[in-house]
């Protein structure tokens, strides 16, 4: 990268998280003059031995400084911010780290790697882990990066051939050059409106991930992505969970097909589908598209959905116990993906509630009414879902947890265990963000299970896994 486009390049990096460490670290190593500020003077602490390396770390700008090139700005930073919004006053660009992970590889010697990308409101980590899995299976050079937890920089730096590429709306917001060969557009619902403003802009910014494929592929089961591929200069390539027209990947009988890049090809049984339910079943068929647009064999994609293992918090069994399952889906962050997580199950005791961030949640219980057999609450906007339930579910037994943290989901699983009966699942589905309560979902999901593990460590019926 001798002729970097950044070498002696000014920056300043938005942001010390883990996404701004490796973006300094990055343009550090091409020659660029890096400059890296955060609110948070933690967080600029931890990136110390950048300076050693030449970098400035300034704490809580809301400028650029004078003679600045260019912003690389972190995800979550909203573009009316004060930061982000001096810079555009400034006429001075502001990207994002996806974005400068796009130029550095186009800059690589052995020439840029393929990137295959995936967006929607839920499933993406599910479907770019499943496909890296597919294309592992075939004998690839794979990573999946991005918003899934490694930096799409350090994919680039790391020289993988092929990046599966799992990307937000505050990713895309903030993208101008990225072309992916293929991506997946694979569904919308209200998410993320206190960012964007509006459900229009939310799928504007999702739509982005279409500019420039060789291949789109879209879920013909879903109104929102059918919209957004109708203006991509590409290849259309839809997925379906019914039985798919030619052009299309989809469910014949008990087999996974491909009527689209081959002649009614089985590309795996049903069955072979991990987490069950038919959200996973539409997510393996949007890897799996991708996977073919990259010229997989129809026996990889077996291979690599047989082979693939589950992430962490979704649709998890954590325990069994007289006949009633625990199941973590702490990634069910907002109403869409409660009901996926929802409509796997006949009888369920649902604990619920955190952050709506502007999403109603009246059509999730209205859809499930007839599943719930107690609902328990938790987090700061649980009475919303009350209200909610008394609307649409008012015969549904209702219980509130006031507390916070860890002793609130304990007191939660408490009052779900005492109403469970055999046959019955709890689950945590919250369809709501974790941040009232938890750092993040992933410790919800741990205080689940763990919770799940005291409550049940006096009864000797319970199979416990692990979680």
């Known amino acids: 990268m001798a002729a970097s486009r950044y070498r002696g390049l000014r920056v300043l990096v938005a942001g010390a998280g883990v996404s701004g460490r490796s973006a300094a670290e990055a343009l550090l190593a091409v020659g660029a003059e890096v400059t890296v500020t955060d609110g948070s003077a933690d967080r600029l602490a931890a990136l110390a031995s950048l300076e050693a390396q030449g970098a400035q770390l300034v704490p809580g700008l809301d400028a650029p400084p004078q003679g600045t090139d260019l912003v690389v700005t972190s995800p979550g930073w909203r573009p009316e911010a004060p930061l982000p919004a001096a810079a555009a006053a400034a006429e001075v660009e502001v990207i994002g780290e996806v974005e400068l992970a796009w130029w550095l ?6 020439g840029p790697s393929t990137w295959l990308a995936v967006t929607g409101t839920n ?3 599910t479907t770019v882990s499943m496909l890296e899995s597919i294309l592992r299976a075939h004998g690839e050079d794979v990573v999946a990066c991005g918003n899934v937890g490694l930096p799409v920089v350090d994919a680039v730096r790391a020289g993988h ?8 709306s505050f990713q895309l917001h903030w993208q101008q050059a990225l072309r992916p060969k293929a991506a997946a557009v694979l569904n919308l619902a209200d998410d993320h409106l206190d960012w964007h403003g509006s459900l229009e802009t939310y799928g504007e910014a999702k739509a982005k991930i279409f500019a420039g494929n060789e291949v789109a592929v879209f879920n013909a089961d879903d109104e929102w992505s059918t919209r957004l591929v109708a203006a991509a200069q590409a290849r259309h390539v839809a997925f379906t969970l019914g039985d798919p027209a030619d052009g299309q990947l989809g469910v014949a009988g008990e087999r996974l097909v491909d009527r689209a890049f081959g002649d009614d090809e089985v590309l795996a049984q049903l069955s072979e589908v991990r987490p069950a339910g038919p959200h996973n079943v539409a997510n393996a068929l949007a890897a ?12 990889a994609v077996a291979e690599g959905l047989r082979t693939f293992e589950p992430g962490a918090h979704r649709s998890v069994v954590v325990a069994e116990s007289a006949g009633v399952s625990y199941v973590d889906d702490s990634k069910a962050t907002n109403p869409h993906a409660a009901d996926a997580a929802l409509r796997a199950h006949d009888s369920v005791v649902w604990i619920a509630g955190g952050l709506l961030k502007g999403a109603e949640v ?14 328990v609450l938790i987090g700061r906007d649980r009475g919303e879902f009350t209200a909610a339930l008394g609307r649409h579910a008012s015969d549904v037994p209702v219980h509130e947890v006031a507390a916070g943290d860890d002793a609130g989901m304990l007191e939660a699983v408490r009052l779900a265990h005492g109403s469970a009966r055999p046959g019955s699942v709890v689950l945590l589905a919250p369809a709501a963000a974790s941040m009232d309560m938890f750092t993040d979902y992933a410790h919800r999901g741990r205080a689940f299970a763990d919770a799940v593990r005291a409550v049940l460590s006096e009864t000797p019926a319970a199979t416990q896994r692990g979680g």
């Open 105 to 110: 590889d186009q800059e690589k010697p052995e």
């Open 123 to 125: 499933g993406k980590t």
């Open 161 to 168: 051939r092929v990046l599966a590429v799992e990307l937000s």
């Open 288 to 299: 799996a598209s991708l996977a073919r647009a990259h010229g997989v064999s129809p026996e």
């Open 362 to 375: 009246d059509d999730l219980v209205r859809a499930n009414a007839g599943r719930l057999a107690t609902v």
